[in-house]
């Protein structure tokens, strides 16, 4: 079992950053690759970031690339997402989640999920 905790959610003007952690418990975390999904009021949830085991490797969506980067510390079991010149429409629920591969956070075949941080960006 992996027990993953979200935080760093909150308020935020737009133009604005923010990070968000995830911070993860249990089995062993840098066997893990990581992915962050957000889930906006009357939408699906969507992939926004993945980073892969060792951190080498990383994907981002159209809609965050230049604006968001994930980035992972196996020694501290954290994954993070610096967000960036927000906008109004990345107001969302983030969670983060784990799977064995990176291939399988781009395809949403995750293995465990975050109960999430809310991120509001005001205009």
């Known amino acids: 079992q992996v027990q993953l905790v979200e935080s760093g959610g909150g308020l935020v003007q737009s133009g604005g950053s923010l990070r968000v952690s995830c911070a993860a418990s249990?089995?062993?975390?840098?066997?893990?690759?990581m992915g962050w999904f957000r889930q906006a009021p009357g939408k699906e949830r969507e992939l926004v970031a993945g980073?892969?085991?060792?951190?080498?490797?990383?994907y981002y969506a159209d809609s965050v690339k230049g604006r968001f980067t994930i980035s992972r510390d196996n020694a501290k079991n954290t994954v993070y997402l610096q967000m960036n010149s927000l906008k109004p429409e990345d107001t969302a629920v983030y969670y983060c989640?784990?799977?064995?591969?990176?291939?399988?956070?781009?395809?949403?075949?995750?293995?465990?999920w975050g109960k999430g941080t809310l991120v509001t960006v005001s205009s």
């Open positions: 249990g089995r062993t975390f840098s066997s893990y690759a």
């Open positions: 989640a784990a799977a064995p591969y990176l291939t399988a956070v781009m395809s949403g075949g995750m293995d465990y």
């Open positions: 980073i892969s085991r060792s951190g080498g490797s990383t």
